[in-house]
């Protein structure tokens, strides 16, 4: 499996160049060939142009996803990297609570930096010779720019004019995961409508030739990103929606806590055992309040009754692992990032004058936000 090399350019974040990259070069090359053969240019200055026309195109990405994470990161994301690949490129940060303000201007300064590349290379074609291989190359990447500002300025889910969409919607419906909503499936129009263009083109010529095949090829590889996409925020908007429900205290268990050593007597043979959790309070470590384990009501009901006074609880128990300890306030996001901050297979919820509420199982909450 091939890797994508990391590159270091300046202020930018890591660099990550997919090797889809080329084929995005090539693809390029192979579309925009005829036209510039059709236009007089000589053969050799016809392939030199459309190779380099497709290599300014990823500068042109690159231009475009550099200003989402300098934008980004002057409003406090933490940037990770970006991304050149097959279907582009794309910026990974993350941002625990951004302005709305923030979103939008993250959002819309990658199609303002593909605009401000298409008028530097306007204006290198009026200072050109008309008719020049200079000419042609700056003529083709402004229009080309200008393309891929107006096309992620579509108001559909992933593209920024979409993000930017959702961020207005969001506010105003005071619905973040109905305005997702919205524009995923704005965006999945859009992907349809990609499709059916070049469709419509080949029916009303009767007939695909080999340009328009490949351009039709390119469109479903377009298309099918689109709707990934549109799907992916689709998922994520009900994953927040589950996320958002969540509440500490009403998803924590009572349970009654048990020292590993007390005797199995000091529990009534007719017990939920499901409610018992013993609690070893001497291996306690970093956000653990120590090692927890669980009765195993097979286990209990074989020991007889008389030898019951003398067996410890943890004799008959399965251990769980660390216990780690969750506030009773702590809800939605807020709830789930401490879970993640210092994950463990169970938590126990405790009130503000420190007694315990009840326990929450990493397992049934995973359960909760897969929507089962």
């Given at each position: 499996?091939?890797?994508?090399?990391?590159?270091?350019?300046?202020?930018?974040?890591?660099?990550?160049?997919?090797?889809?990259?080329?084929?995005?070069?090539?693809?390029?090359?192979?579309?925009?060939?005829?036209?510039?053969?059709?236009?007089?240019?000589?053969?050799?200055?016809?392939?030199?142009?459309?190779?380099?026309?497709?290599?300014?195109?990823?500068?042109?990405?690159?231009?475009?996803?550099?200003?989402?994470?300098?934008?980004?990161?002057?409003?406090?994301?933490?940037?990770?990297?970006?991304?050149?690949?097959?279907?582009?490129?794309?910026?990974?940060?993350?941002?625990?609570?951004?302005?709305?303000?923030?979103?939008?201007?993250?959002?819309?300064?990658?199609?303002?930096?593909?605009?401000?590349?298409?008028?530097?290379?306007?204006?290198?074609?009026?200072?050109?010779?008309?008719?020049?291989a200079l000419s042609v190359f700056?003529?083709?990447?402004?229009?080309?720019?200008?393309?891929?500002?107006?096309?992620?300025?579509?108001?559909?889910?992933?593209?920024?004019?979409?993000?930017?969409?959702?961020?207005?919607?969001?506010?105003?419906?005071?619905?973040?995961?109905?305005?997702?909503?919205?524009?995923?499936?704005?965006?999945?129009?859009?992907?349809?409508?990609?499709?059916?263009?070049?469709?419509?083109?080949?029916?009303?010529?009767?007939?695909?030739?080999?340009?328009?095949?490949?351009?039709?090829?390119?469109?479903?590889?377009?298309?099918?990103?689109?709707?990934?996409?549109?799907?992916?925020?689709?998922?994520?908007?009900?994953?927040q929606g589950r996320i958002r429900?969540?509440?500490?205290?009403?998803?924590?268990?009572?349970?009654?806590?048990?020292?590993?050593?007390?005797?199995?007597?000091?529990?009534?043979?007719?017990?939920?055992?499901?409610?018992?959790?013993?609690?070893?309070?001497?291996?306690?470590?970093?956000?653990?309040?120590?090692?927890?384990?669980?009765?195993?009501?097979?286990?209990?009901?074989?020991?007889?009754?008389?030898?019951?006074?003398?067996?410890?609880?943890?004799?008959?128990?399965?251990?769980?692992?660390?216990?780690?300890?969750?506030?009773?306030?702590?809800?939605?996001?807020?709830?789930?990032?401490?879970?993640?901050?210092?994950?463990?297979?169970?938590?126990?919820?405790?009130?503000?004058?420190?007694?315990?509420?009840?326990?929450?199982?990493?397992?049934d909450v995973n359960a909760l936000?897969?929507?089962?």
């Amino acid at each position: 499996m091939m890797t994508s090399p990391t590159l270091r350019l300046g202020p930018l974040p890591p660099l990550r160049v997919s090797p889809g990259t080329l084929i995005t070069v090539l693809l390029f090359a192979v579309i925009m060939y005829p036209s510039l053969a059709r236009g007089g240019v000589a053969p050799t200055t016809a392939v030199l142009l459309a190779i380099g026309i497709g290599l300014f195109m990823i500068v042109s990405v690159l231009v475009h996803e550099g200003a989402h994470a300098l934008v980004a990161r002057a409003f406090g994301a933490s940037v990770d990297h970006i991304a050149l690949t097959l279907w582009g490129g794309h910026t990974q940060y993350r941002s625990r609570q951004m302005s709305t303000l923030g979103s939008l201007l993250v959002s819309l300064s990658g199609p303002l930096a593909n605009l401000l590349l298409a008028g530097l290379c306007f204006g290198a074609v009026q200072l050109s010779e008309p008719g020049t291989a200079l000419s042609v190359f700056v003529s083709i990447s402004s229009w080309l720019n200008l393309v891929l500002a107006v096309f992620n300025l579509l108001p559909g889910l992933p593209m920024d004019g979409g993000c930017a969409l959702e961020t207005l919607l969001g506010a105003a419906l005071k619905s973040p995961e109905l305005g997702t909503r919205i524009t995923a499936w704005l965006g999945r129009a859009i992907a349809v409508a990609v499709v059916a263009y070049p469709l419509w083109r080949i029916m009303r010529d009767g007939g695909a030739g080999g340009f328009s095949l490949l351009t039709l090829v390119w469109a479903l590889l377009i298309a099918g990103m689109l709707w990934q996409g549109a799907t992916q925020a689709l998922t994520g908007a009900a994953l927040q929606g589950r996320i958002r429900t969540l509440d500490a205290t009403s998803l924590a268990t009572p349970v009654r806590i048990l020292a590993p050593q007390a005797p199995l007597a000091d529990l009534d043979p007719s017990a939920d055992l499901s409610t018992v959790l013993i609690l070893d309070r001497t291996t306690t470590g970093p956000g653990s309040v120590g090692r927890a384990s669980r009765i195993d009501p097979a286990a209990a009901a074989a020991v007889p009754a008389a030898q019951r006074p003398g067996t410890p609880v943890l004799a008959v128990a399965r251990a769980i692992g660390e216990l780690g300890a969750l506030p009773a306030s702590l809800r939605g996001d807020d709830l789930i990032e401490a879970m993640l901050s210092r994950p463990a297979p169970a938590y126990l919820v405790l009130a503000e004058d420190g007694s315990a509420r009840g326990v929450i199982m990493s397992a049934d909450v995973n359960a909760l936000l897969r929507g089962r």
